[in-house]
């Protein structure tokens, strides 16, 4: 379902305390897999909300000199003005819409979905929320970029998110996914959707990473997103 390799394993889940009626769909960097993040993210959990955080199929990635490993798609370079794998990215786009779909089979509106990632899966999350027909809950978009992002904003003619919510966090010392690319990323989103909807936080010091109060945003931004409607 989260890739073309069949063997890509089922995604850890963080299962909600109680009754869930929201979902956080959370996809890792490249190299990693979901793992990591089940377990930040069950330290700053909604109880209503269900976390999944899917894994990454392993294929060849150009900038790793063709190594193998978890990746949603190819990535050629990280200058500004690469390649990109537009058809991985696609690919990995529509998988990541199936898995919000399943979602809403098991009875959660996608309305109370939020889609979420750092680095390259912050990257596919931007993507997919933009060129989805399922409106969101909103976006959690860490250290990352907007991919294909000269394909906008012919390529969001028909998403239902344009009033969507967007977290954006990014260190200022990340000297992988340089901060600028961050703040450009900041700049199309809001040419893109309602600019009052984007919320940019850099983090001084902050390498390609997270660290405690960034985490803290996330988990605000998620609870004032996602409220409790239990008791409605």
């Known amino acids: 379902m989260c890739g ?3 063997s890509t394993p089922l995604p850890a889940i963080v299962p909600a305390v109680r009754k869930a009626t929201a979902a956080v769909i959370f996809l890792h960097g490249l190299g990693d897999t979901g793992h990591g993040w089940a377990e930040e993210f069950a330290g700053i959990r909604t109880p209503h909300v269900k976390y999944i955080f899917p894994h990454a199929p392993t294929m060849p990635v150009s900038l790793n000199m063709r190594m193998s490993m978890p990746s ?3 990535i050629y370079s990280l200058s500004p003005d690469a390649d990109e794998d537009e058809a991985g990215i696609k690919s990995a786009s529509k998988n990541i819409k199936a ?9 959660i ?3 109370r ?7 390259q899966g912050g990257a596919l999350s931007l993507y997919t929320a933009l060129t989805s027909q399922k409106k969101l809950a909103g976006v959690v978009a860490l250290s990352c970029w907007l991919p294909l992002r000269k394909s906008f904003p012919e390529a969001a003619a028909n998403s239902a998110n344009k009033d969507m919510h967007v977290l954006q966090c990014h260190g200022e010392a990340d000297n992988l996914v340089p901060f600028m690319f961050g ?3 900041a700049e199309k989103m809001k040419s893109l959707i309602n600019p009052s909807n984007i919320t940019f936080k850099s983090y001084r010091g902050l390498p390609h990473s997270v660290r405690p109060e960034e985490l803290i945003d996330v988990k605000q931004f998620i609870e004032k997103q996602l409220p409790d409607i239990s008791d409605e």
């Open 4 to 6: 073309n390799n069949m």
């Open 72 to 74: 949603w798609f190819d």
């Open 99 to 107: 898995l919000i779909d399943q979602e809403v089979k098991n009875g």
């Open 109 to 111: 509106p996608s309305h």
């Open 113 to 119: 979905i939020i889609l979420g990632g750092f680095s």
């Open 183 to 185: 703040v450009q990323t």
